[in-house]
Structure formats: C-alpha cells, structure tokens
C-alpha cells in the first residue's frame, strides 16, 4: 500500500515542482537544469561508484564482510535510477543519497531496524541458534525415532517392493 501511495505521490510532486520552477524561470532554463542535474549527478555517481567498488575490493581482502560498501553501493544503484528519472524531487533524494554521512545515518537507522524487527536472535544468528531475544524460530528441530520396514513381494522372497 505504502508504493501505491509513493507512486502516485512522487509523480504529483514533480508536476507541481516542474510547474513552480517552470513559471520561475522558464521552460528551457527548467529543461535545462534538468539535463545538467542529471549531468553532474551522473559524474558523481560514477566517481563514487568506482570509490565503493575499492573500498569493497580492499574489505574483502581483508577477510572483513563488506556490508558498508555493499549498502552504499546499493544507495548509488539507487540514487543512479533517480537521476535516471527527471525531476527536481527525485535528484534532490538521489543527491542526498550520494553524501556519505546521509548513508550512515540511514544504515545505522536500518540496522537498528533490522535488529528490533527483522531476524530473530539479532545480528549474526544463524537459523536454529538461541540468540539474546529468545529461540529462533525459523526452523523448528523434531527428535524422532524410526523403525526402517522391508516390505517383500510375496511371490518372489528376494525381491523388495519399491526397489
């Protein structure tokens, strides 16, 4: 429900932000700086991107889980698919995606996030692992017993049905 209400909201947000801006300064300057935030936010995307695609070598050569560098890039993936999209509203989110410090907070607000809501028994716990919110749920371990059955065809006592 929250992407319908985002799908019909964002494309009236930048109706009425083309018309402000549009009436301000006209429609070629409009369409210009259009064209130009897309530019420059394109440039900066890939400076950045090849940034976070280092950063995310170096992490993974030293043996560390790159889950910095692999959420700024999925914040650049993002912000490259903004630019993509003209308009003032969606440049504006995708620049802010593109500052480092506005990535942190947004991955410590997410990982706090995931914490309280996402996986049971917190960051790290593996399915079937008691973690500090009490017992996983995502699997549920049955200690059973067998007992294995040999069924022979009557006719033939050598012979196994089934096999």
């Not at 932000?17 to 429609?27: K, Q, R, S, W, Y």
């Not at 009490?134 to 067998?146: C, K």
């Amino acid at each position: 429900m929250v992407f319908l209400i985002l799908f019909i909201l964002i494309p009236l947000i930048e109706i009425a932000l083309f018309a402000a801006i549009g009436g301000e300064i006209g429609v070629l300057n409009t369409l210009l700086l259009c064209v130009a935030s897309a530019t420059a936010g394109v440039m900066i995307l890939q400076r950045q991107g090849l940034k976070t695609f280092f950063n995310l070598n170096e992490a993974n050569n030293r043996g560390e889980i790159p889950i910095q560098q692999i959420f700024d890039g999925f914040c650049l993936f993002i912000a490259g698919i903004l630019l993509i999209i003209p308009g003032f509203f969606t440049d504006f989110i995708a620049f802010a995606l593109l500052i480092p410090p506005i990535r942190v907070v947004l991955r410590q607000s997410l990982a706090g996030w995931v914490q309280v809501h996402g996986f049971p028994g917190g960051p790290g716990a593996r399915p079937g692992q008691d973690g500090p919110n009490g017992p996983s749920s995502t699997y549920t371990a049955l200690d059973v017993e067998y007992e294995e059955i040999s069924v022979t065809d009557p006719d033939d006592d050598t012979k196994k049905i089934g096999s």
